[in-house]
């Protein structure tokens, strides 16, 4: 892995929520704490699909997520990165 790509990785580990939409909650018992169990998708695809797993009561459910495009270009560019350099290009 390239070393600046590298450093973007491991500042979105540190930096905690990568959202500020909330997490979405269980549909039956409506617990808060989920475990994203699976995922389905690539960057050039611009949505996501996920299994979680409530925390609680344990039962399995898919979200649809999508990919914040402008904040994955502020975040390359953070480390003089571009899509360019990720084989993608902005569209």
Known sequence: MDGRLAKVVRSRALAGPRSDVPKPGCPW???????????VGDLFEDV??????????????????CLDLP???????RVGLTLADLGLEET
Do not use: H, I, N, P
């Open 48 to 65: 996501y699909r996920r299994r979680r797993q409530c925390g609680e009561c344990g039962r399995k459910w898919w979200t649809v997520e």
């Open 29 to 39: 018992c409506g617990g808060a704490s989920s475990t994203v169990d699976k995922s």
């Open 71 to 77: 904040r994955l270009v502020r975040a390359l560019r």
